[in-house]
């Protein structure tokens, strides 16, 4: 039989302590943190709130009226009096530009809200009631089968153009899209046991829908909001651009845009302003979605 020898005094000595390979890493918590894990969430959120203090504060950012002609002072290239110049009307180009962002971000807000809601409903509704889903799908495939904007301009035509119809246009395009992606959810979460565990309890329908599925189906209904902002931006512009969507008299992007394009090789800067405008929202409102995703999707989470 061995034995262990003992040091002198009989006691066995501590093995010593190992160093540290890899140093702990001390979580930044609150705002800070949040920033730094998901910075596409910042520099979206920043752009975002930035356009929108520009369309609430439109009148003291040294605005004059966007619909004043003045036919003697029609093209100007930008110079300290006119920013950006003026158009073939005379009228100031930069505060037809301010003033247009107002149109986008009320139709890409109103379209992301009514779209979401409407959409939402209609996948709760298809995906846990088992009869209602061939008939539903079967009508927002029919939607889905014709283009968007070809819907939009269809829609248009049958409606005078104004903001209101505009995103009444563009929420009907995209609420199937909406609706596919909640029914998808829901057929996956109807299997999980605490929902059958609901159903075999006796819980009504509306209840579960409430309590369990509708709460699950929130955060990648967010994500594609975002993303139906920005696609409700374009098609907006897209409908002005063609004389479809908001009225001449209404400063928007794609009007501004429409009515240079004639001087587009002499006067750019009339076209190349609200387009700069136009792709800076839409790039603030896909960076804001992909953060989201990143944040409330735990398989894409950052962990730190």
């Not at 039989?1 to 540290?20: E, I, K």
């Not at 605490?194 to 369990?212: C, L, N």
């Not at 002005?240 to 009515?259: C, D, L, Q, V």
């Amino acid at each position: 039989m061995s034995t262990t020898a003992l040091p002198p005094g009989g006691v066995p000595a501590a093995a010593p302590a190992m160093p540290d390979v890899m140093p702990v890493r001390k979580a930044r918590k609150g705002f800070i943190g949040y920033v730094t894990r998901h910075p596409t969430i910042a520099i979206g959120g920043f752009l975002l709130l930035l356009l929108i203090a520009v369309a609430v504060f439109a009148p003291f950012l040294w605005t004059k009226d966007p619909t004043a002609l003045a036919p003697a002072m029609r093209t100007r290239d930008p110079s300290a009096r006119w920013w950006f110049g003026t158009d073939m009307l005379g009228r100031d180009v930069y505060s037809r530009v301010i003033y247009g962002t107002r149109v986008s971000l009320i139709v890409g807000f109103g379209v992301a809200i009514a779209s979401s809601v409407i959409g939402l409903f209609i996948g709760l509704v298809s995906g846990f009631v088992r009869w209602a889903d061939s008939i539903i799908m079967r009508v927002m495939d029919g939607l889905m089968s014709i283009p968007s904007i070809l819907l939009a301009i269809a829609l248009m035509a049958l409606t005078r153009g104004s903001v209101g119809n505009v995103i009444l246009a563009i929420t009907v395009a995209e609420v199937p899209r909406v609706a596919r992606l909640v029914r998808g959810v829901v057929l996956s979460l109807r299997e999980q046991p605490y929902v059958e565990a609901a159903i075999a309890s006796g819980t009504r329908t509306p209840v579960i829908i409430w309590r369990h599925i509708l709460p699950n189906t929130l955060a990648p209904m967010i994500v594609q909001a975002t993303y139906i902002c920005a696609s409700a931006m374009i098609a907006e512009a897209i409908l002005s651009f063609i004389g479809a969507g908001t009225p001449p008299i209404i400063p928007s992007w794609g009007n501004i845009m429409a009515e240079g394009r004639a001087l587009w090789q002499v006067k750019p800067y009339i076209v190349f302003f609200p387009a700069i405008f136009l792709s800076i929202t839409v790039l603030a409102v896909n960076l804001l979605g992909d953060g989201l995703r990143d944040s409330l999707d735990p398989r894409l989470a950052k962990r730190v």
